[in-house]
Nanobody, 127 residues
Framework: QLQLVESGGGLVRPGGSLRLSCAAS????????IGWFRQAPGKDREGVSC????????NYADSVRFRFTTDRDNNKNMGYLEMNNLKPEDTAVYYC????????????????????WGQGIQVTVSS
């Protein structure tokens, strides 16, 4: 059974950092792009990042560029999102998702391009 499980979220002060992990089971991540998305209450789901199977293609939303870094470890079957200099507006439920196009152009930040989703994890940035 395919599952994606996010971890590493929680409460952090503005300016702090968190590292989110996406652990996959029932699927071999090396064949998939990994996307990260977020959704704040009352707002639309927003694409955050996409990384291709070998890391050759990476895209970020403008809102997180230079602050967030996505990475992956195919040997561990995991994806990561390093979140630095966090701001209150980053508060949201964060999701990892995968799709098998094996490329991450701009449409890699579109939720309807993805086939499988984790259940999400809360990130709260507050003083």
């Amino acid at each position: 059974q395919l599952q994606l499980v996010e971890s590493g979220g929680g409460l952090v002060r503005p300016g702090g950092s968190l590292r989110l992990s996406c652990a996959a089971s029932g699927v071999t991540l090396r064949y998939y792009d990994i996307g990260w998305f977020r959704q704040a209450p009352g707002k639309d789901r927003e694409g955050v990042s996409c990384i291709s199977p070998t890391g050759g293609d990476i895209n970020y939303a403008d809102s997180v560029r230079f602050r967030f870094t996505t990475d992956r470890d195919n040997n561990k079957n995991m994806g990561y999102l390093e979140m630095n200099n966090l701001k209150p507006e980053d508060t949201a439920v964060y999701y990892c998702a995968i799709q098998d196009r094996r490329r991450c152009p701009r449409w890699g930040l579109l939720s309807n391009e993805y086939d499988y989703w984790g259940q999400g994890i809360q990130v709260t940035v507050s003083s």
